[in-house]
């Protein structure tokens, strides 16, 4: 509480306020201070981002190993996750427990801050290095995180350009794997590094 005291004092901040009688909001997503300053601009979610996702086929899932399915995804035979709609993410390479995945954030994702929340380098991050495991899986397997841990290296902006998050496995079990993972730019510059344990399971056939 005595942070956002101390921060309630800070001149012209942009924020989006509770109450509607002090929050102005154009319908070019332009926001205002309480003093009537422009924020910086949100640009709109495209609708591009959303083309060519949906769900895996589960006979797919079932048919071909997990790396034959992310080469899939890969090449636009099969969708991408729905999820790389809301955070637009594809893969690039894909081998046999190594995956990676570029993305390059937007100021949809800053915080009040102005820099990027830390929520975007960690699904980066759960989402290559949980590939990373699922590319040693057999045909009928699948994988879903049950521990990811994160540290945050450096700050995020729209200025630091296109990230790759390479995801590496570390151990494919029975029941469980492991897998570590980075977030770099274009230099090679680390930006957030991570590690996940998941839990190993037989897809179920189509209802």
């Known amino acids: 509480m005595g942070l956002m005291r101390r921060m309630g004092h800070i001149p012209n901040r942009c924020a989006w ?20 300053e422009a924020c910086a601009k949100l640009r709109p979610v495209e609708k591009d981002l959303l083309a060519n996702t949906g769900l895996l086929p589960r006979a797919i899932i079932r048919q071909k190993s997990g790396l034959q399915v992310l080469e899939d995804v890969r090449d636009g035979h099969l969708p991408r996750p729905p999820m790389s709609g809301v955070i637009p993410m594809r893969i690039t390479e894909a081998e046999v427990g190594r995956v990676v995945l570029v993305s390059e954030a937007s100021e949809q994702f800053y915080n009040g801050m102005g820099i990027v929340h830390g929520g975007y380098q960690l699904t980066l991050l759960d989402s290559c290095m949980g590939l990373a495991i699922y590319s040693t899986l057999g045909p009928g397997l699948a994988q879903t995180s049950i521990e990811t841990k994160v540290n945050f290296v450096r700050p995020l902006t ?4 296109p990230l790759r ?43």
């Open 17 to 36: 306020l509770a109450s509607t009688n002090r929050e102005r909001r154009t319908a070019n997503c332009e926001l205002r201070t309480p003093n009537g």
């Open 165 to 207: 998050a390479i995801g590496t496995a570390l151990f494919t079990g029975s029941r469980t794997g492991t897998a570590e993972g980075k977030i770099v730019d274009a230099e090679g510059k680390l930006y957030a590094h991570g590690t996940t344990t998941c839990f190993l399971f037989p897809v179920p056939p189509e209802d």
């Open 158 to 161: 729209t200025a630091t350009g």
